[in-house]
């Protein structure tokens, strides 16, 4: 069983003394002070903390819908090797969600992948998921959606701290969310951020987080919706602005999430380092396709990726790894489109090889900064 937090003990014992010494639990100034911290950290202007990775998914398509940025039925383009929340509020929104291919070797959308998408699919926004700590080639995929006026949405719930060029993932696209549930980058239990830079967007964000009343905006904010709505103060207590949910995290998360992420780098780092010395395993045999991420400056993998050469060596891998009590998963959802959610929803049928092998041919195993070097040579047992 693998630890929760970074520094267990001390992340435990710390937030039960603040736990009892605390007034106030619900969503307050802990969580306003680690999204300034955090949108320090990836660099952009603002960061709205919500209570998972995908309510943060969810929130900035109801914000997109509420602005009139997208609308009922507008094709909508996502990763079909990615996570269910990041697919599923497409639809719960009433858009259509058009998986798009990724290329093996990167197990991203890459830009020549996308431009055929844009085209073929007239998509109004993109929804990009950074995969396992890596990232397509962002740089040209946001020249790609400038050029034909498509928005562009990372989904950075895997790659939290992986850098192109000096630039943190999460910073590509008009709005990245991320996660903070246990076994993530860094963990607050459950919890997630969008960062944006967009100003009528954060404001949007902080609206579909609490029920779509105005209570944490500016005072500016506030009184530019009380006044164009025609609301006196007493009843914009219950005023409910725009649609929205319940999406707010607690203090305890604002808590857990400024400790923690004062350790997020060296973790990080560590993930890297792991990963770097099972790539030159991987790299040796001849079972397995070498990653190739030369676009990603700093990878921030929380898994070891192995995609292998057929499905009989994949088959022979699982027992391998299984029989030395390393514990496997799929490549994410595998190819998205042949979920059983998604049938029901399907506008058009697309062709996706390379999703279809990852989802054959590839798996993968945890990368924790506090595997121990026997924990190391078990893995590269297997692989050598
Ligand atoms: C790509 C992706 N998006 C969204 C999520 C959802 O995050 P959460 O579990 O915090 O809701 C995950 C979770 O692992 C993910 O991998």
Known sequence: MRSAFINEYDT??????FILTTDRLSMHSKCFEFEKEFSKYIGSADAVLFNSGGSANLAILQSLKNLGRLKDHDNVGFAAVTWSTNTMPIIQLGMNAIPIDCTINTLNVMSHNLETAIIEHKLKAFFATNVLGFAGDLVEIKKVC????????????????????????????????C????????STIEGGMVCTSDKDLAEMLRIVRANGWDR??????KQKWRVNHDIDDFKANYTFFDLGYNLRPTEITGFLGLLQLKYLEENN??????????????????????????HVTKPSPFAFSFICKSKEIRDRYLIAFREKGVELRPMIAGNMQKQPFFDKYKTVNVSLPNSDYLDQCSFYCGNFPDMTT???????????
Do not use: P, W
Request: overall charge negative; proline content about 0%; glycine content about 4%.
């Open 216 to 221: 944490n905006l500016s005072e500016k904010q």
């Open 12 to 17: 435990k014992q710390k937030l039960a003394e």
């Open 179 to 186: 996660s903070f549930y246990v076994a993530h980058h860094m």
């Open 146 to 177: 400038d050029k034909h006026n498509v928005i562009f949405i990372e989904d950075n719930c895997e790659s939290l701290g992986a850098e192109i060029d000096g630039v943190k993932t999460g910073n590509f696209g008009l709005a990245s969310s």
């Open 269 to 294: 780092n560590k993930r890297c380092d792991n990963f770097l010395e099972i790539n030159e395993v991987i790299k040796e045999n001849n079972d397995f396709i070498s990653l190739e991420f030369h």
């Open 374 to 384: 026997e924990d190391m040579q078990i893995i590269k047992s297997v692989l050598s």
